[in-house]
């Protein structure tokens, strides 16, 4: 079960054993905030919780987002042109956001990276993805368009590559196996 942290940050509740992990998800530039660091290389894997600076590993155990928010509570919101420019790669391209945000798309790729740890165009790419998650019911061409896809076998594509199997089968529950965490 998840519970939000910060609005849209969240994390899973309950008490963790010793050899789980806490998966988390923040609004951009969040994670850059609790690390002290830039995020390049660190996407998708694990991170000793003893190099996550100010975070109480014993209540992250008992209490994760009381523990999240605690070590965040001191640190500095992400800069605003982030969240800007997440909200404006959801519906254009990596060119476009730039341009509407007055800068080169190097410097978009750059904060960008620097902040999620993801480029602007992989981004944007999970954004699509998320999208067809939280679609409504209909014909899979019409949430392929609504998504931002070129056409319905583009959508299946790349679903497929993020999630491991189509839309269509993910929604009546055939799913992948978990796979681990490894460090």
Same mark, same amino acid.
């Given at each position: 079960?998840?519970?939000?942290?910060?609005?849209?940050?969240?994390?899973?509740?309950?008490?963790?054993?010793?050899?789980?992990?806490?998966?988390?998800?923040?609004?951009?530039?969040?994670?850059?905030?609790?690390?002290?660091?830039?995020?390049?290389?660190?996407? #998708?894997?694990?991170?000793?919780?003893?190099?996550?600076?100010?975070? #109480?590993?014993?209540?992250?155990?008992?209490?994760?987002?009381?523990?999240?928010?605690?070590?965040?509570? #001191?640190?500095?919101?992400?800069?605003?042109?982030?969240?800007?420019?997440?909200?404006?790669? *959801?519906?254009?391209?990596?060119?476009?956001?730039?341009?509407?945000?007055?800068?080169?798309?190097?410097?978009?790729?750059?904060?960008?990276?620097?902040?999620?740890?993801?480029?602007?165009?992989?981004? *944007?790419?999970?954004?699509?993805?998320?999208?067809?998650?939280?679609?409504?019911?209909?014909?899979?061409?019409?949430?392929?368009?609504?998504?931002?896809?070129?056409?319905?076998?583009?959508?299946?594509?790349?679903?497929?590559?993020?999630?491991?199997?189509?839309?269509?089968?993910?929604?009546?529950?055939?799913?992948?196996?978990?796979?681990?965490?490894?460090?």
């Amino acid at each position: 079960m998840a519970s939000s942290l910060d609005g849209q940050n969240q994390v899973p509740t309950g008490n963790l054993g010793p050899d789980e992990s806490v998966r988390v998800r923040m609004r951009p530039g969040r994670a850059r905030a609790l690390l002290g660091r830039p995020l390049r290389g660190l996407a #998708d894997r694990a991170l000793p919780l003893h190099e996550v600076p100010g975070l #109480d590993v014993d209540q992250l155990a008992a209490d994760p987002i009381a523990a999240l928010e605690k070590a965040l509570a #001191d640190r500095p919101e992400p800069p605003g042109r982030l969240g800007e420019a997440a909200r404006l790669l *959801a519906g254009a391209g990596v060119a476009t956001t730039a341009a509407r945000l007055h800068m080169s798309e190097r410097r978009l790729h750059t904060l960008f990276t620097d902040g999620t740890g993801l480029s602007p165009k992989h981004f *944007a790419r999970i954004d699509r993805v998320r999208n067809v998650l939280a679609a409504e019911a209909g014909r899979w061409s019409g949430i392929a368009a609504r998504a931002g896809y070129y056409d319905q076998s583009h959508m299946t594509a790349e679903f497929r590559h993020f999630m491991g199997v189509p839309p269509a089968a993910f929604l009546a529950g055939r799913r992948p196996a978990p796979t681990q965490c490894t460090a």
